[in-house]
């Protein structure tokens, strides 16, 4: 079938005796369906968000006074560290594999992915690795050293909570590999005829660069962790300087992972939001080229900066300025997703609901993430701020700013595909309202604490820094309450929202092209490319003239894209619809 | 009357220009700068800010604008205009932002040199400093034979015809008596000077017109949980606090006893790890007088925000002062007293006391340290 045809059938209302509804206990089971394996992903990780957010906001009340007086200070420790570690390993990487995993497949036209059991193995290695960190917490023996664990303080810490730190680390890092290895292949196998690397949504792109930097990266930090392991467990002294080990080594093998870890962080949200700003601004991507190489010039890039961590702890000058330049030049290709994002908004007919609040969110928020990145890499000022919270508002700027409002823009964009139902756009607006002044407020002030000479990992600190954390304390609870609307918003609408339609965004890419949510093996039959994916406004996709089918398409059902006008039975645009 | 695109582009700049440039120069973001090096630092610092805020404006300008100028109508439902890129416009926006980043790599490689980054005494002295043998100059340790320092290691290191400069090092900080009594507290041998990556910690060195000379003031540093021992191996002082005098090239030799610890004066904007097992040093030159907090900035267990002391900057005068009284106090007692924090004799209370007392932590919380580490 043409991309058109298949929109005419695909713009049927979602009826809930559809195929492609499942039954709750699907979830619960070990589902091989990508579909059911990308929304186990999403609804776990989000859950391990919630608990990391708790976690943060216990932070932030013990820091609300200078004095340590909430909790003990190893139990700070213990707090920030299992924070971080959440935060990372448990919610924004898995998260991006949960979007890959439902996303996937249906942007290249393929029934699933390559291997589907190996998927659900990946994914039912997480939840017993968070259970495993959590328990830590139950038993009163958490991991304390941080979350980047350096000996010899991982060492001498308590031996249990670290085991099971690199136990569970271990899993999580395993788990990504079997995703990486099941997205490169699905990418590569899959995609139907006549769709060349060019014409794949820039998301699939994105997915591409992130699952080869995870194959190259992850192992290292297996590597690391597993001599880690002896040393804590069986006595060695790999990185024990009591037996002439050397702690730095472990920081190299750390950060070689680690720091590509943030790529791995942002780049699938990168390219969610190069799939909601064109359909929303009803423009084509600007620069789809540019920004599908930049993904692959950021993953390499990012393999060769990870010692800008470690401009103090003691690394030759020369090596110093190798690592203060790879990380300046990450710049450009950043740089370049950026002004092409404005640029696909300019001019463009944009329609401000909660999926395109929030990629605009992302774009400003990362923005400052992104030139405080560059004056770190500056290795003087480096060694200023480094271990201080300026470093602390940085990785929050690009994590928070960057990945967590990608993942809520990919969320409102996608929840009526997953779900056939809309999310409620008056409490998706409270919800990026309250989000934006949280995120501000809690952030923004500790550039100014670092610069002035607070560390960061502190239970206690200098009382002249009380004023500006108390507006950081506030500001995160401010960011838990935000979480309130989104949450009651995609339980209720999930099960009464307004029935979505197949496509109520009329957007142009496959997924958009069989029913909400898709049936089991996705498309009837094997579709075939109509138009690019993102050929808004273009007469291709106004006339319908296949990329690959040598017969032209005519015809273009009611509400069609390609006639742009909608159905008043179907929420095509909801907020147009009276 | 309707002005030109091109007149509002060229006032938004001029505007943009404008802020950025006030901005980058008043934004009090930073503390006192008590060194020279803190000069330079803030220089490049004010510079990226002057371009950050610039970008910052121009990139939440053009978004804010774009909402609301091209918000969709309600009941237009058309697409945009269909384009799709737009080479030279691409182009340049590869081009600016490679610039800005050339140009600040360039602005920082040199205040990196002038800080002293590029120290060369471990490539360049050796062989010519090899004679003028001196404590303070560590390139001096090339020239010596490896013999004494083979025997104070605790493993057997590989017998080698190199000589293992970390050893020599601490072998030459072991000269200084207090120094010596904290750090057989917790014996870690020296590293091997391989060649490779990293191995003795090379830090900020001399600033390019002091290479070569020997710093003015050399102050021995030891990091351990939870506090900074600091010995002047000149006169043989050991403190708790350190005292520099104002435009004196000091040079701090570091190392730490049981985890890592990193030395940072916010003031004087410089930092470095203090790592078990190897030694690290930095030279700075201070500037302006007046009581700055040293920092211990990596996480070095429970009670790392409490490890914290007094920087004094004061005028060479005062400081020789200083020192004269000190002497006076370390001939009253005896060296094992100077040398007070012997941690596994004391508990943590007692021990975390006289670091604690002015940082606003309560004695509860003191008594609610049961052991620094439960095994
Ligand atoms: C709910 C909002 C959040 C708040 C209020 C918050 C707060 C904090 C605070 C106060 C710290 C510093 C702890 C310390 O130095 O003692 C911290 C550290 C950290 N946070 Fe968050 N955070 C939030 C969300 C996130 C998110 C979404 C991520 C995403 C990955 C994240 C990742 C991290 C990391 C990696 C660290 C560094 C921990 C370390 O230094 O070991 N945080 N957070
Ligand atoms: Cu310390
Ligand atoms: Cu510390």
Redesign the pocket.
Known sequence: MTQAQLQETANIPALSEEPGIRKWQDYFTFNTDHKVIGIQYLVTTFIF?CI??VL??L??TE?RTPEVDFVTPEV?NSL??L??TI??FL??VPAGAGFANFLIPLMIGAKDMAFPRLNAVAFWMIPPSGLLLIASLVVGDAPDA???SYPPLSLVTGQVGEGIWIMSVLLLGTSSILGAINFLVTLLRMRIPGMGFNQMPLFCWAMFATSALTLVSTPVLAAGLILLAFDLLAGTTFFNPTGGGDPVVYQHMFWFYSHPAVYI?ILPFFGAISEVIPVHSRKPVFGYKAIAYSSLAISFLGLIVWAHHMFTSGIPGWLRMFFMITTMIIAVPTGIKIFSWLATMWGGKIRLNSAMLFAMGFVGTFVIGGISGVMLAAVPFDIHVHDT?FV?AH??YV??GG??LGIYAAIYHWFPKMTGRMLNEFWGKVHFGLTIVGLNM?FLPMHKLGMMGMN????QYDPKFTFLNEI?TI??YI??VSTFPFIFNAIWSWLYGEKAGNNPWRALTLEWMTTSPPAIENFDKTPVLATGPYDYGLEKAKEGVPLSDPDPVLSAGPNSVLRAEPDPAVAANPEDRK | MKIPSSIWTLLIGIVLTLVSLWYGQNHGLLPTAASDEAVLVDGLFNTMMVVSTGIFLLVEGILIYSAIRYRKRSGDNEDGPPVEGNVPLEILWTAIPAIIVIGISVYSFDVYNEIGGFDPHAIHEAPITGQSMSMSMPGAAFAKRAGTALAATLNDTPPSTEPNLNQEKSDEAMQDPATAAVRNADQIPQKRNAPGVGVVSPTIGPSPENVGKPAQLLVNVTGLQYAWLFTYPDSGITTGEMHVPIGREVQINMTANDVIHAFWVPEFRLKQDAIPGRQSEIRFTPRTAGDYTLICAE?CGPYHGAMRTQVVVETPEAFDKWVQEQLVASREEPLSQAVAVNPTNLSPDEFLAPYTKDMGIQPETLNQVQTAHHH
């Open positions: 968000y990391g957010g943060a906001d932070v932030r820091l700070y920030f560290t924070h971080a935060m990372i919610w924004i941080g979350w980047t962080m919270y602390v990785l929050h994590l928070f990945s967590v809690t960061r990992r502190v239970a950081c500001g995160a960011l838990a | 996480l």
